[in-house]
């Protein structure tokens, strides 16, 4: 990436905040950002949705420059420390002289800021979410209509609201993964998650709450689709 390119992402991001992200960023020091992820991980463990060193966690720590609070790479969401957390750039990668590397997905959490404006990513890897992920492929995502849990995601009022959840292919290149999340985030400016295939969950909220609520509805949801043991729409 150029260093014209790295400059464009760290001014591009400001548009997009809203007044409340600002004064919920500044009211927040990083070690209370640190200790609010670090418990969503203990609390997401023991639901099962993040296990071994799955999943990772990100919050917005300054708006300009774009900088993200972010989990370390290949750590274990359970057990995580104060020393388990990089700050990156709107560029994905590692602001300061730490050596250590972030989530391989940094770039989508980036990407996911960029779009939406959100103070906090939470990607979470459950039984349900991976299941759904496959067997709904063919269809390319998931509609969620007439549950009472739907009143769960942010502006959602009624049961009759239809959330549609897209799936998208995995891929290892992050960079081309980041751009097909982009291109998604804008064809669909009203969800509030997606699927990676046979792989998890990605959500947001402008704060951490905000974020682990959609986690908590979206997960409900999802366990209650698969528990319909509802058939492949395209088998």
Request: charged share 20%; hydrophobic share 45%; glycine share 10%.
């Amino acid at each position: 990436m150029t260093a014209a390119r790295r400059a464009h992402l760290e001014t591009v991001t400001v548009i997009t905040w809203t007044w409340d992200i600002v004064v919920f960023l500044a009211g927040m020091a990083e070690t209370a950002r640190v200790q609010a992820l670090i418990a969503a991980g203990r609390r997401f463990y023991g639901r099962s949705w993040v296990l071994a060193t799955s999943g990772n966690f990100s919050m917005v720590s300054s708006v300009s420059p774009l900088r993200l609070l972010i989990t370390q790479s290949g750590v274990h969401k359970g057990t995580l420390t104060a020393g388990q957390f990089l700050t990156i750039d709107a560029s994905g990668r590692v602001a300061g002289r730490r050596k250590a590397r972030p989530s391989a997905e940094a770039q989508l959490h980036v990407e996911i800021v960029q779009a939406r404006g959100a103070g906090a990513v939470l990607h979470t890897h459950s039984v349900w979410s991976t299941v759904l992920s496959e067997r709904h492929a063919a269809a390319g995502g998931i509609a969620i209509q007439s549950l009472e849990m739907l009143k769960g995601l942010d502006g959602v009022t009624t049961h009759t609201h239809r959330e549609w959840v897209p799936i998208v292919e995995n891929d290892q290149d992050m960079i081309r993964l980041r751009g097909v999340v982009g291109h998604l985030l804008r064809d669909y400016p009203s969800i509030h998650g997606f699927l990676l295939r046979g792989h998890g969950l990605y959500t947001w909220g402008r704060t951490l709450a905000d974020a682990e609520r959609h986690v908590e509805t979206l997960e409900f949801l999802f366990q209650v689709i698969g528990e319909r043991h509802e058939p492949d729409p395209h088998s």
